[in-house]
């Protein structure tokens, strides 16, 4: 039987799932410091799910949180502001301090060797050059990557962090230098040029997500969208013929391709959500050097081959 098509998510259900990005979901409470064996595991457990090795697990053990709180903003603590930089003050130093996410591949991971990696380690030496310092790479979780930076205890956050007019509040932001894009990804040869394409087809979506938000927007009456209780699941309907496409992210995407090469293909962008580097507040010759080294960098070409590197596509254009 086919479902008729609704313009609002589906009523909530016991558990609900998140979107696989930092950038889209609320704070959790967690200490920066707290440690669950249980949360840590479910992490582990949807990375293998979606293709991904789990990280080594010296770093697993220092996250803490939930997989949600983990692909977050800022946690709700105490912080002692840090003092102002200036370019001189890094420079004396020599070395500069980023705090980067590890766990949320292809733009934080890390390697064989158990050092982070991904786009943003990649970004986070680029920068380190063109500074002429040596880089140190803090590992960070989502909750606690902004009071890191406002404690001091890094100096920038390069950690897919969205910008947004409530984070902007909290911290100085660079001119965007990745973009996380969340797509329509259906079979080659089938004609979906947008959504009003998308009536008399299944699409899957992970409930509560921010894809599903977007197909759930954008899809025309007629439209069925199947919400499965995470990406895992969703990507799974896809991969066994229940749907005929899925709202995801592009690392989402890039998995189902790794999977199944040469059988799927992005048909268009749902949400396109920038991310920049965070710096503290009244940092203003700071924020001009990073901002100058993101615009450089943007314009020769250097940031889009670290991005297809990561992420098989082209770094989107960016405002």
């Not at 660079?174 to 009536?199: F, N, Q, R, W």
């Not at 069925?224 to 990507?235: L, N, S, T």
Request: charged share 15%; glycine share 6%; proline share 8%.
């Amino acid at each position: 039987m086919t479902r008729k098509f609704s313009r609002h998510p589906a009523s909530p259900q016991p558990s609900l799932s998140r979107s696989s990005h930092p950038a889209n979901h609320p704070a959790q409470p967690n200490s920066p410091d707290a440690s669950n064996t249980h949360n840590v595991r479910s992490r582990r457990n949807f990375l293998t799910t979606l293709g991904i090795a789990a990280m080594p697990a010296g770093f697993v053990g220092s996250l803490g949180g939930t997989l949600g709180s983990l692909l977050t903003g800022t946690a709700s603590f105490f912080v002692t502001p840090a003092h102002a930089q200036t370019m001189a003050d890094i420079k004396k130093k020599g070395t500069i301090n980023v705090g980067m996410l590890i766990d949320f591949p292809p733009y934080g991971t890390t390697n064989a060797q158990a050092q982070p990696d991904g786009y943003d380690a990649d970004v986070a030496k680029l920068l380190a050059h063109d500074l002429g310092v040596k880089v140190n790479i803090v590992p960070v979780t989502g909750p606690n990557r902004i009071p890191y930076l406002l404690s001091g205890k890094v100096d920038v956050l390069v950690a897919s962090l969205a910008i947004t007019p409530e984070r902007a509040k909290q911290v100085q932001f660079s001119k965007p230098y990745a973009a996380a894009t969340i797509l329509l990804l259906g079979k080659k040869g089938t004609s979906i040029k947008s959504a009003a394409d998308l009536k008399g087809l299944r699409v899957s979506v992970a409930r509560a997500s921010t894809q599903d938000t977007a197909v759930t927007k954008t899809a025309p009456p007629g439209t069925e969208i199947r919400r499965f209780d995470d990406d895992a699941a969703a990507m799974q309907a896809l991969l066994s013929g229940q749907v005929d496409a899925i709202g995801c992210s592009v690392t989402v995407a890039n998995v189902i391709n790794t999977r199944a090469p040469d059988q799927f293909e992005p048909k268009f962008n749902l949400l396109q959500q920038a991310m920049g580097i965070a710096l503290r507040p009244n940092q203003p010759e700071l924020l001009a050097s990073v901002n100058d080294f993101v615009t450089r960098n943007t314009a020769n070409g250097e940031l889009n081959k670290l991005y297809r590197k990561w992420l098989q596509t082209d770094l989107p254009s960016l405002q």
